[in-house]
């Protein structure tokens, strides 16, 4: 399932290496995984990845996924916070990881959205869309709110709420949604938000994230195994 090992190199912190490597998630993502109805969205953040200036593109996935907490890639912080039964559900999928024979090596905590759908790239399809179901709820509300900031990356969240058959009517996903966006540009505030330190799972979970490159260069690897890629420098 190389696609989502793609779809997780977009939601990577952009780097030349995933600049270049565009044509090729471009051929990926057509697989048939992704419906097709979704795929002319996908082309806007594509076509942006592989022609804006990398520098314009890193500054707004900071602002985007970095200083806003409820855009956090970490999925596990939309429903648990810092709270202790954060721990517990982390632990869980950990053990889900290794009994897949995935080894997490790198910085980034378990519940780290391109994490996980870099180890559903080495999973059955039926297998990797249950799991990705178990998480529907926090895609959809992901979705929707960068939906509103009319953000070319709302159709990456589309496409995995499309493959997991997630609801966004559910209770869950309207729990969600109903919390108030913070704003990226309210510093003050986001001090606040942030000021309690977050639970630490492995190496400085403050180093980066995963580098689209070395998830790139395993699209061609079978997908027996896999490892977190080493973080990308911001």
Not at 6 to 16: E, F, I, M, Q, T
Not at 82 to 90: H, T
Not at 124 to 142: F, M, N, Q, S, Y
């Amino acid at each position: 399932m190389k696609t989502f090992r793609a779809l997780s190199a977009l939601l990577c912190y952009p780097s030349l290496d995933l600049q270049a490597a565009i044509p090729a998630i471009r051929d990926i993502l057509g697989e048939g995984v992704v419906p097709s109805s979704h795929l002319s969205g996908l082309d806007v953040l594509l076509n942006e990845l592989e022609s804006r200036d990398i520098y314009d593109l890193q500054e707004r996935y900071v602002l985007l996924f970095d200083r806003s907490r409820t855009l956090s890639l970490n999925l596990f912080e939309h429903i648990h916070g810092e709270s202790r039964d954060r721990g517990g559900a982390m632990v869980d999928l950990l053990e889900t990881y290794r009994a897949g024979g995935f080894d997490l090596v790198g910085p980034e905590l378990p519940d780290h959205l391109p994490v996980l759908l870099e180890f559903l790239s080495t999973r059955p399809l039926d297998e990797a869309r249950a799991i990705l179901a178990d998480a529907g709820h926090i895609l959809v509300a992901l979705g929707e709110r960068l939906k509103r900031r009319d953000s070319s990356y709302a159709p990456v969240l589309a496409a995995l709420v499309a493959i997991a058959e997630a609801t966004p009517a559910s209770d869950a996903a309207q729990a969600l949604l109903s919390e108030v966006d913070d704003d990226p540009e309210d510093l003050a505030a986001l001090d606040a938000v942030w000021e309690e330190a977050q639970v630490t799972f492995g190496p400085d979970p403050n180093a980066g994230c995963p580098v689209g490159r070395d998830i790139l260069a395993r699209m061609d690897m079978p997908p027996a195994r896999a490892a977190n890629p080493a973080p990308a420098a911001k």
